[in-house]
């Protein structure tokens, strides 16, 4: 088969949850003999479309930041979408897998879908919901409004998690489709040695403030007087700043 993932950023240039679980999904339908095609901004040097691990990553448009003041920025979504059509047009795939967030690359697959009778869905990583209001206030409204409508294509839904595709069913009255969950590589995680170094609480995950890492911090401070030997560790780092990254350099394909 011929698989499209959709999504605007890919790992390992960054290092997110979903573009880990695009990236995973794509290497093991590709060792299967799948023919996986990724669509993401551009973060290597060179040419638009290179293979990398057998994945044929197709650059669509130069990498931008995802935040703006601290929010997710509207205008980079809006503009991967946009120079997302042509790319797509030109591929005749088997079958398109978008992911939800930014929303607006799904209106996008879902239009070059209908033009070209392409299968589509959409995996929905998570649901804001009133979580939009909270997050950008007033202007949260179009935020909620716009994942309802994206909810509402009649394309096959996938959830990461049963929560996920509880929240959908309770925000939006319909069921998703089927749920493929986050893969683990056990055999990867019991071949390294277990660490000297001993933590009562450990936080793993990028420092950013949707994590909500500072959260623990002010926690921990409140019970240290009563637990003087509470010992934490946070793993993570913040979101780099470099436009391109120098993982991918000019290969032949």
């Not at 605007?8 to 880990?20: N, R, S, T």
């Not at 999904?25 to 060179?46: C, Q």
């Not at 897998?97 to 869905?121: E, H, L, N, R």
């Not at 623990?216 to 240290?224: D, R």
Request: glycine share 6%.
């Amino acid at each position: 088969m011929k698989i499209a993932f959709v999504y605007d950023a890919v790992y390992p240039c960054v290092k997110g949850g979903v573009e880990k679980r695009v990236w995973e999904l794509a290497v093991r339908l590709s060792r299967r003999g799948h023919d996986v095609h990724l669509f993401s901004m551009k973060f290597w040097k060179g040419k638009d479309i290179i293979v990398h691990e057998g994945i044929r990553l197709h650059g669509v448009c130069p990498a931008q930041r995802f935040y703006t003041k601290g929010r997710r920025s509207l205008w980079q979504p809006l503009r991967f979408s946009l120079y997302l059509i042509r790319p797509l047009l030109r591929e005749k795939f088997d079958i398109m897998d978008c992911q939800q967030f930014p929303y607006f690359s799904c209106m996008s697959a879902g239009f070059v879908s209908k033009i070209k009778k392409i299968p589509f869905t959409i995996t929905w990583i998570e649901v804001w919901g009133d979580f939009w209001l909270e997050y950008l206030g007033k202007k949260g409204l179009l935020g909620k409004l716009i994942e309802r409508y994206i909810a509402r294509f009649s394309c096959p839904t996938i959830a990461i998690s049963q929560f996920t595709a509880n929240r959908f069913q309770c925000t939006f009255h319909k069921p998703v489709n089927t749920i493929i969950s986050v893969g683990i590589e056990f055999g990867k995680i019991n071949s390294v040695s277990p660490s000297l170094e001993q933590s009562d609480i450990i936080f793993a995950g990028r420092l950013i403030k949707e994590k909500n890492a500072d959260l623990l911090v002010h926690a921990v401070s409140l019970v240290l007087p009563e637990y003087p030997e509470l010992r934490v560790l946070l793993v993570g780092e913040r979101p780099k700043k470099k436009k391109n990254s120098e993982l991918y350099q000019t290969k032949k394909s």
